[in-house]
């Protein structure tokens, strides 16, 4: 299991969902995982196929009459893969039993194929 399968899939144990990154030429440029909270949050990791992550919460808010209105992250934070991520862990999902194999792992090869 490669460092980005091992990461998304502690995410996907954590309940994130997994949207492709396109870019041109039918290829991927990575993977943007996402999870809604109870509290009104969502979580967000974005994780490049060249290793670099970036994650953040924010509140879940949305406005129809200005739906790209910028808003604060509450927390983010951005570098390598196993840093971002695990910090991003640590902070807000510490208390959760740590699941590190997931059905999904199979299917996470996608970064490896670009």
Known sequence: MTLATHQIARLRAHGFRILP???????ISGIYLYRFTPDDHVDTVVIRADGFAVAARMVNKFDPA???AETRAV???HGAL???VDEF???Y???DAELTQSRFVD???VL???
């Open 82 to 84: 196993l840093e971002v």
């Open 75 to 77: 927390w983010s934070q």
């Open 66 to 68: 200005e739906p790209l």
């Open 21 to 27: 990154m396109p870019r041109p030429l039918r290829r």
């Open 107 to 109: 299917n996470l090869d």
């Open 93 to 95: 999902y510490a208390a």
């Open 89 to 91: 862990l640590d902070r």
């Open 112 to 114: 490896q194929r670009t």
